[in-house]
């Protein structure tokens, strides 16, 4: 991949960085990149985590094994505070969610240009320039509008699971403007309405809110990668880079805690009536 000092500049560098690895999937575009990137960092915790599990002793723990059971410890207690029924199947999902984010938010860590690097090494400068491959499936909105939109499916799930098809259906037409007789059957469509909206609105914001935090700090390594292209700002360039990429780790851990505890606060109000 180009660098930044090329023929068209810190435009045309940004321009390539932001640019996906895309293929036609049933008519469609779809970003290959975040999809391969996605699923095997996907693989890679499963992997971890489940060979850890079932190694897993009563005796002294090894460090890996330490280090798995305090994450899930953690996770569980989270769950614990958040969600007061059965959490056998919660905390699973609450820990797969973190770590997964966790893993693709890492990823803004790697160096921009590594992907273009060995592409170049192994296929050489014109394949490298004309290869695209973005490293960050979080950066984009494609990867965190699937992970939202599987939350709403789940939270549908549940709301089906505690109160049946009559009962979700009654909530939706009754709640949040409570009213009886004729008025409630001249409130049922406002209900309706703010309920759809309620619901929409979840997985739109958990989307947004991870998709913009993860892309504005991809972006902001390909701005500081900009002064790190001229001598007279290259310490300077340094300086910021490695300033940035300290604070981005209290991001990448932030965005994964918050998507996660909003998943499981979601799950229980879809539990719970209005």
Excluded: C
């Excluded at 469609?28 to 599990?53: M, N, R």
């Excluded at 059971?69 to 199947?89: A, C, L, N, P």
């Excluded at 947004?208 to 900009?226: D, H, Q, S």
């Excluded at 965005?255 to 719970?272: D, H, K, N």
């Amino acid at each position: 991949m180009s660098e930044p000092t090329s023929s068209g500049g810190l435009n045309e560098y940004i321009s390539h960085h932001l640019t996906h690895n895309t293929g036609e999937v049933l008519g469609g575009a779809f970003h290959f990149d975040s999809w391969i990137v996605a699923l095997v960092l996907g693989l890679v915790f499963i992997t971890w985590f489940g060979l850890y599990a079932r190694k897993a002793t009563s005796g002294v723990p090894t460090k890996g094994q330490a280090f798995v059971e305090i994450v899930v410890e953690f996770i569980d207690g989270q769950v614990k505070d958040t969600y007061h029924g059965d959490r056998r199947s919660i905390t699973p999902l609450a820990l797969t969610i973190f770590m997964w984010v966790v893993f693709m938010n890492t990823m803004d860590l790697l160096p921009l240009d590594l992907p273009g690097w060995l592409i170049q090494t192994f296929a050489g400068h014109e394949v490298a320039h004309h290869t695209y491959a973005r490293m960050v499936p979080t950066a984009d909105l494609n990867t965190t509008a699937a992970l939202s939109v599987s939350v709403f499916f789940i939270l549908i799930g549940h709301a089906l699971a505690a109160k049946g098809g009559l009962g979700f259906g009654k909530e939706l037409l009754t709640a949040p403007f409570h009213a009886h007789g004729f008025m409630a059957v001249v409130m049922a469509p406002v209900n309706l309405g703010m309920n759809i909206i309620e619901w929409l609105v979840k997985p739109v914001s958990l989307a947004m809110r991870l998709f913009g935090n993860m892309y504005g700090g991809e972006l902001v390594f390909m701005l500081i990668a900009g002064l790190m292209a001229s001598w007279v700002t290259f310490a300077p360039g340094i300086i910021a880079n490695a300033a940035w990429a300290i604070f981005h780790i209290l991001i990448i851990l932030l965005q994964a805690f918050i998507f996660m505890i909003l998943t499981v606060v979601y799950i229980a109000g879809a539990r719970e009536g209005h």
